[in-house]
């Protein structure tokens, strides 16, 4: 079984490229955020017609959350219970379902913008919140991931260069400390192996010629329970999407199982 995560940076702008990747890499399940559509908006016919069931949660604007999946989809939960919110209301960047014999969460953590900024504080409530959301899954045993752009490098191997990022977020000791309690709930980082250059980056900058310098970031994370993390075959970054006209910033970050 494959799955998949990818922050698309608009379903609406990556669609022909989304349909063409999901029909080249034989991905079963696929966890896709960033759509910036409304729900109504959403390609949900495109993808049916590749095989793909669509579960959305989204609002348009900037975030949005979806699970595609040819294996069957149940128990869709939108949501993160006990989201704490930001300005006053509750983005779409959380969605979870049962695909086949596996339960994934599909999330866009937020960005916390600048340290000293109220994004920021709401990012780490959001985390507490995950945490609490996903601790009975992830003790369960059933396979069971939580995947998507997490908005934080777990360690300075995960950037390009720490001096680069001294004083912003996304590698503050305060996010890392949440990425750690997070996998106290009984989950580990399936870390990727690269296609290229020697550290799996997921995401890389529009300007400064940060992709074709690999001037990178690892934030696109697949946390998993020990069920799923033992049945894992290959993982791996498709750097290739993050190339030519058209490509969103991040790139699919492809797990496949043995389930």
């Known amino acids: 079984m494959r799955i998949a995560t990818w922050n698309v940076n608009s379903i609406t702008a990556r669609l022909p490229r989304l349909l063409a990747w999901l029909e080249s890499s034989g991905t079963d399940v696929l966890c896709l955020q960033e ?27 900037w975030n949005g959350v979806a699970v595609l999946s040819r294996v069957g989809i149940e128990d869709v939960v ?39 900024h109220p994004h920021y504080a709401y990012k780490l409530q959001w985390f507490e919140a995950l945490k609490a959301a996903v601790a009975g899954d992830a003790a369960g045993s059933r396979p069971f991931a939580v995947m998507g752009d997490y908005n934080v490098a ?6 390009f260069d720490p001096a680069a990022y001294v004083g912003s977020t996304h590698v503050t000791p305060a996010e890392r400390a949440a990425l750690a309690s997070l996998r ?35 934030i696109d994370l697949v946390y998993a329970n020990a ?12 750097r290739e999407e993050r190339k030519g006209k058209g490509a969103s910033d991040h790139a699919p970050v492809v797990v496949d199982l043995d389930v």
């Open 78 to 116: 939108k949501g993160l219970p006990g989201d704490p919110g930001f300005d006053g209301s509750v983005e779409p960047r959380a969605i979870s379902a049962t695909c086949g014999p596996l339960r994934v969460w599909s999330v866009y953590v937020p960005n916390g913008r600048e340290v000293d």
């Open 184 to 218: 106290e709930a009984g989950l580990s980082d399936v870390v990727p192996r690269p296609l290229k250059y020697d550290h799996p980056f997921t995401y890389w900058d529009y300007r400064q010629l940060c992709f074709p310098k690999n001037r990178g970031m690892r």
């Open 154 to 159: 777990p360690t300075d191997d995960d950037v």
């Open 227 to 238: 069920p799923f993390a033992k049945a894992v075959s290959d993982a791996y970054v498709d």
């Open 35 to 61: 759509a910036k559509v409304a729900e109504d908006q959403f390609p949900a016919e495109q993808l049916r017609e590749l095989g793909y069931e669509s579960a959305v949660h989204a609002t348009g604007r």
